[in-house]
């Protein structure tokens, strides 16, 4: 067994998915093993890479189909023939791929997880049901998490896809909670696989393109640069970020935001402006400027990517209200940064035991938290805690942890 394909609705940008995918990636080919993909937007190598459109959720057709699914409890029957239809585009696409790449084991990125795109899901599942192709479903975020999705006309769907109960499917998970739900929801084993990072490689001690964005946004030598390094959605909680930034009180209040506004619309964005216009904070959004980490050596068309961003900031403020794991508190232990977060559930039961030091709080910013960021921004402080954290990180979160269990799920296939 030689060739892996992933599966998803896109492979793109700097959403967790798509980065969470690059690392299985990395891991993967270092083992030997050729991958490929298939999605419906795609920044990987063309030569290893199959486009279907229709299998990105953002597709019109797609569109038009998943606006009819939610927020009502019955469906007009033009969208269930129209759900067939597209599904069977894009099984057919799927026939194509596993076949161009003789492709002998699939790993599906949280399309069997997440219903953005049902068609999307319902395809996957004929597909390993006719073809019974050893799968991975990589779960991140399940449907009952969301509370856009608990509405809906399409239960059936979700019963069946999302996530689908095969016997040639192994399931991974990203933390505790969603384990036992999954377990409790659909009766079937899984594997909790953490997010990771390739914590045996450290990041350059030096970046001058971190050194040229601070200079380009603005940012003296002596300026706080607070930086939230997440897409512009509700569950993100900027507001927190900009109650911290003016409590502060800094000679320039800013806050950088670094990732593009997602796939929940511009109503939140617009509010975000309005409500740090209120406390004289200003956003500097970057979203349009940064590009993915360096990732399948494709150019992403803009000069900055991620970790220059990161290597710019002097603290990092993660105020989530819910998040699947963390991607972004991996990230700013890897390029050591001071942390501020909120205790979403997530971290109080899968990392926060293990012992980081972090700036916790408990839903809002107090003026003690304010008190604890500067102590933790003095040199010798901040030294101290960001070598104590990456080396624990190492030892939970590194790329040595991934390769030890996901070997061990494939080495469970009867090849």
Known sequence: MENIGFVSTRFAGTDGVSLETFKWYQVLQRKGFNCFFFAGKLETPEDISYLEPLAFFDHPEVREVQD?????SIRPRWVTDRIGEIKAR??????????????????????????????????????????????IAHHHDFSWERKRFLINAVDDYLKYAFPPTLRSIRHVVINSN????????????????????????????????GRELRERLGFKEDDIFVLQPTRVVPRKWIERSIEL?????????????????????????RRIFEYA???????????????PVRSFNIESGRRYH??????????????SGYEGFGNAFLETIYF????????????????????FEAIAFEGFITRDIIKRIWEMLEPENRERVVNRNYELAKRFFSYSVLEKRLMHLIETFNW
Not at 308 to 317: I, M
């Open 68 to 72: 009819e699914c939610f927020g009502r």
């Open 90 to 135: 894009i099984k057919d696409s799927l026939y194509e791929f596993v076949s161009g790449f003789n492709i002998e084991l699939m790993i599906v990125e949280n399309a069997l997880a997440i219903p953005l795109n049902i068609p999307l899901g319902v395809a996957i599942t004929e597909f390993i049901s006719e073809t019974e192709i050893p799968s």
């Open 178 to 209: 969603a384990s036992r739900e999954l377990s409790y929801r659909k009766g079937v084993s899984n594997m909790i696989i953490p997010n990771v990072f390739d914590f045996e490689n450290p990041p350059p001690a030096k970046n001058y393109k």
């Open 245 to 269: 930034v003016s409590l502060m009180e800094l000679k320039r209040p800013s806050l950088v935001i670094s990732h593009e506004s997602g796939d929940e619309g511009d109503v939140y964005v």
């Open 277 to 291: 216009e209120r406390f004289g904070v200003q956003i500097i959004y970057i979203g349009d400027m940064i590009g």
């Open 306 to 319: 991620i970790d220059d961003v990161y290597q710019a900031a002097d603290l990092v403020s993660y105020p």
């Open 336 to 355: 050591k940064r001071p942390i501020v977060v909120n205790r979403y559930s997530i971290f109080v039961e899968d990392i926060e035991p293990l012992g």
